[in-house]
């Protein structure tokens, strides 16, 4: 009488087991070299050629395309000030070592996350899950986590290991929802280890030709890499036709403004491989 229930304990956790790997979301396929569109900026109807598009995770999927999700990952939105000054988060948020908000000198009122401790990385990436939840119920196919070179910017505050432990935590949890990730910049500084250790399942490159490293993601990538150059560059013009001749048969390259904005604004400018 054990044995026989005993067995059909066993067979009923087996069971469950098979409908659990059945029922888990399947990732989409990455459309390696798709045309892509750049909307993080604002969102605008994409040409009908294009394959791939990236937008905030504020905006809404294009339906038939492999969609992107913009989340700021590792730092804040102007936007969002409030909320990450909170009682409930100001703690989240890195302080210099005179105790001020560590804001990014390049874009005003962005402030780093502080991912120095595993009780604040669970802690933010409870907040991240949420938008990647918001982002796999809207129907985009993967995530676009912005700002992983904190490390680098944070005059020694931050390390890669601890941005990297907060990256694995969102991308297991995409990953549970059928989503994939993509390691933003960071070629170099990371070499393997974005794949390696967070789980990212390819890569988008801003400007990995001025800093001479678009091998560093194609290296670990393959042909899942986007590379997007900006045309406040020197020699935008000239450098990217250099770049189109070296990867733009292989690789999805797109030339862009440097504040992404949508294409009813007179700063707009797209250009692609």
Known sequence: MVAATFLSLLVSTQLALVLSVQAAP???TFPANGKFDYQIGGSYTA????KVVDRDHSESPVAGLFNICYINAFQTQPEEKSFWTSS???????LTKAGALFEDKDWPGEYFLDTTTDAKRQRIATILNGWIDDCASKGFNAIEPDN???????????????????AKLFTDHAHSLGLLVAQKNTGDELGSTGKSAAGFDFALAEECNEYEECDSYTDVYGA???????????????NFKAVCKARGSSISVILRDRDVVAS????YHYEEC
């Open 26 to 28: 399947t990732a989409a």
């Open 88 to 94: 409930a988060n100001k703690d989240l948020l890195l």
């Open 224 to 238: 899942n890499v986007i590379e997007i150059e900006y045309t406040d560059a020197d020699d935008a013009s000239a």
């Open 148 to 166: 992983l070179d904190t490390f680098t910017r944070s005059n020694g505050l931050l390390t890669a290991d601890n941005n990297l432990a907060l």
């Open 264 to 267: 009813s604004d007179k700063a």
């Open 47 to 50: 040409a009908a050629d294009v």
